[in-house]
């Protein structure tokens, strides 16, 4: 079984100088917990999870209205193709 048949195929996007506030709201919109921060071509950048929003922003003080999403979002981004089989995808993502 490929990781596409069980993979979200719904993906939230925002770019790297959105506000903190601006992706949550967009979290909020779409009722999603993940949005992949991608540049203006559209090739992931980062990513931003409602945990990093509460550790790494309100955790730490940052004002998510004036702070950039692109200073709290992970940077080492790796991406799959959705042909790969489940256990080979399961296997990277333990590396």
Not at 63 to 88: H, K, L, Y
């Amino acid at each position: 079984m490929s990781i596409g048949i069980i993979a979200s195929h719904t993906v939230v996007t925002g770019a790297p100088g959105e506000s903190i506030l601006e992706i949550t709201h967009r979290m909020g919109d779409y009722n999603v917990g993940t949005v992949v921060i991608v540049s203006d071509r559209g090739c992931p950048l980062g990513i931003v999870t409602d945990r990093d929003v509460a550790i790494r922003c309100v955790a730490h003080g940052h004002v998510p209205r004036d702070t950039p999403v692109s200073a709290i979002m992970t940077r080492d981004v790796r991406t799959i193709d959705e042909s790969t089989p489940v256990e080979e995808a399961l296997g990277k993502m333990a590396r």
